[in-house]
Nanobody, 123 residues
Framework: QVQLVESGGGLVQPGGSTRLSCAAS????????MGWYRQGPGEQRELVVG???????YYVDSVKGRFTVSKDLAKNTMYLQMNSLKPEDTAVYYC?????????????????WGQGTQVTVSA
């Protein structure tokens, strides 16, 4: 099973930026679809962005134009650049890996998950 470790986040002021990283245990990004999910207090875990092995991406409407996903294959690391942050972006953010990539919006297909990293947007 793929091991994923998130880092980054922390406390950010509204309107600020931060970048999350997701380090994978092997060279999976050329074969796996990947996703960033988040879970706010008292909420269900939701997809933020999914990206195929070929680089096609899907963003949830609430983050379009503010968040950007990228991958560094040489470093086995995926990033989530988060700009213009809002208090409603406060959540634990998880990265996940999908070995098939048939539907990057389908949560059940993501078989490997990181432990999550907290992002708090507050003044």
């Amino acid at each position: 099973q793929v091991q994923l470790v998130e880092s980054g986040g922390g406390l950010v002021q509204p309107g600020g930026s931060t970048r999350l990283s997701c380090a994978a245990s092997g060279s999976i990004f050329s074969a796996y679809a990947m996703g960033w999910y988040r879970q706010g207090p008292g909420e269900q875990r939701e997809l933020v962005v999914g990206i195929t092995s070929g680089g096609s991406s899907y963003y949830v409407d609430s983050v379009k134009g503010r968040f950007t996903v990228s991958k560094d294959l040489a470093k086995n690391t995926m990033y989530l650049q988060m700009n213009s942050l809002k208090p409603e972006d406060t959540a634990v953010y998880y990265c996940a890996a999908d070995p098939l990539g048939l539907d990057i919006k389908r949560r059940a297909d993501y078989g490997s998950w990181g432990q999550g990293t907290q992002v708090t947007v507050s003044a």
